[in-house]
């Protein structure tokens, strides 16, 4: 069975459809990475994923679980099953690294404080940060807060970690430096994920399965190679960058 589905999903915000009879599956420990142009919907899908929107059609799965008609209280159990990276790593700035990363930790587990400071250590050093516990957000760079904002999407040991544009606003080499983290949280903590991104670079390095997301729907899933090799208009105009194309027609 696929970890995740997302069947026959139609999504309107406003006078605008987002989301028009998209299909998606996920399968376990798989890296599925959504590309699309900014605006097109991409962090609706992850939104819809972890419960955080309802569809105003279709059918949302995880593990075999209709999340779109859990309770409350039901999907807030299923979302200790998921992290999430946040595009712009939404670290509390009022608390220290430790804090930050501690958050669930302290919330959900019944842990004593060496306990949350033993795990908060091990993840920071995970994403290859020590000895910042005690650091404030505002004294990070912006890559530094990516790293603690993976720390904390891992704490809580989740078989799903969803990336909401990882690598945006960051330098050449700190983007390439989260791709390896994305890769290598996978490989330690057999995680499946799911990224969404406008980076091609990034898509093709971390995903295992990669999809383009066109006019609300799926107009293309392969695997690295196939991106690469593939005739499909849209998807070569979107590697190759080009203003005009089939993408823009729309």
């Known amino acids: 069975m696929p970890l995740i589905e997302l069947q026959s999903i139609y999504k309107s915000l ?130 530094m807060r990516k790293r603690v904002g993976l720390a904390r999407a891992i704490a809580m040991d989740p078989e799903v970690v969803l990336y909401d544009e990882p690598t945006t606003g960051l330098d050449p080499i700190t983007a390439d430096q989260i791709n390896d983290l994305i890769l290598e949280t996978r490989r330690k903590f057999d995680v499946t994920s799911v990224v969404v991104t406008h980076d091609v670079t990034s898509a093709l390095k971390v995903g295992t399965v990669i999809c383009l997301l066109v006019n609300g729907r799926i107009n293309f899933s392969g695997r690295p190679e196939d991106v690469r090799n593939t005739d499909n208009p849209y998807v070569r105009q979107f590697l190759e960058s080009r203003a005009e194309g089939p993408i823009t027609e729309i």
């Open 14 to 143: 406003g006078d605008q459809q987002v989301l028009d009879d998209l299909n998606l599956t996920i399968e376990r420990g798989e890296t599925m990475v959504i590309m699309g142009r900014s605006g097109v919907g991409k962090t609706v899908i992850l939104k819809h994923i972890i419960g955080l929107m309802k569809p105003d059609n279709g059918q949302v799965l995880f593990d075999s679980l209709r999340l779109d008609i859990l309770s409350r209280p039901q999907l807030n159990e299923v979302r200790k099953r998921f992290g999430m990276l946040f595009q712009s790593s939404a670290l509390f700035d009022s608390m220290t690294v430790g804090e930050n990363v501690s958050a669930a930790l302290r919330r959900h587990k019944k842990m004593t404080p060496e306990e949350i400071h033993r795990v908060v250590a091990a993840k920071l050093q995970a994403v290859g940060l020590t000895g910042i516990e005690n650091k404030m957000p505002d004294e990070l760079s912006g890559g």
